[in-house]
């Protein structure tokens, strides 16, 4: 997976993922319109009008982002018909050449993260094929359990060219509460993202990075920078870009010297751009598309053209 996000970032000169966290309230009014009006005031529509706004986005930054980045809890709250929209938009993204990062943050040990592993990244066997209940080529992944819980991973990850992002250092503010507590000296965070580093050996990729990769966040700049450096073949995901307070010079910590190393979220920022421009709503995936553009000039003001080599 991880080669596979890296020539794509390449190709498309965009270290950016597109976060799709599609609160109704973020819906162009004439989407939700027409939904409401065949479905009534309902779940189901509600859901309908997520995966048209979806569609409408990948539509428009298929071809300039390398990957969308869908979080589960935005679809869950829909019900089932939510987590239909969730399978739809996953299979549209890949349908249209993106790659798709699962923001599922899921923790548990054993067998229950076999399941979940299963589910978002692997595929049953039923009637002699092979079936993705997902279909997400990486799923967040929450490691304070310990090895317990990511273990179950790795084995998924290997066979079917899959990978997993681990929190590290989150871009909240109350991060550091837990995270830079210290334990021999060493930052919590710190002993997470050397984990990664140990759980990533078996799974390098061509480029130097495993499919193991770590999220640390654009608000926290030193670290980010620390960390690039402390964990040379892990791949980050770094929120916080945007509407969260961190920018371009934030996040450039993340990026080696090939510009490679990283691919920086913005959720708001991106599907929402359409209010910000103060644009018509029916323009809202042009919108998102110019936000995109615009995120990307941003970030390469800081790291240079992407180089493979």
């Known amino acids: 997976m991880i080669d596979r996000l890296i020539e794509r970032i390449a190709e498309t000169q965009n270290p950016t993922v597109a976060g799709l966290d599609p609160k109704l309230d973020y819906v162009p009014d004439f989407i939700k319109a027409e939904m409401f009006e065949k479905y009534g005031e309902t779940l189901k529509a509600a859901a309908k009008a997520l995966l048209a706004f979806n569609k409408g986005l990948i539509d428009a930054l298929c071809d300039v982002v390398p990957a969308v980045k869908p979080q589960c809890a935005y679809y869950e709250m829909y019900g089932y018909h939510g987590v239909k929209t969730l399978y739809k ?172 190393g990283a691919i920086v979220n913005s959720s708001r920022g991106i599907i929402c751009a359409y209010r910000k421009e103060g644009c018509p709503e029916t323009d809202y995936a042009g919108a998102a598309r110019r936000e995109a553009l615009r995120m990307k000039e941003d970030l390469l003001s800081q790291i240079g053209t992407i180089r493979l080599d």
């Open 89 to 260: 938009t996953i299979a549209y993204a890949k349908k249209k050449g993106m790659l798709v990062i699962t923001d599922g943050k899921r923790n548990d040990i054993g067998t229950t993260m076999e399941a979940y592993a299963m589910a978002h990244l692997g595929a049953l066997s039923l009637g002699g094929e092979a079936v993705e209940p997902f279909g997400g080529d990486a799923l967040t992944v929450n490691g304070y359990l310990g090895s317990d819980g990511i273990t179950p991973l790795l084995k998924i990850c290997k066979e079917r060219d899959k990978g997993i992002f681990v929190l590290v250092k989150t871009s909240n503010l109350s991060s550091g509460e837990l995270q830079d507590r210290l334990v021999d000296g060493k930052p919590v965070y710190q002993l997470m993202g050397e984990m990664c580093e140990a759980w990533g050996s078996e799974l390098a990729g061509k480029y130097g990075y495993s499919s193991v990769g770590a999220v640390v966040g654009a608000t926290y700049p030193k670290q980010l920078e620390e960390l690039r450096v402390k964990l040379p073949h892990t791949f980050f995901l770094v929120p916080g870009y945007g509407a969260q307070g961190g920018g371009a010079a934030d996040a450039a910590g993340a990026f080696d010297s090939r510009g490679l």
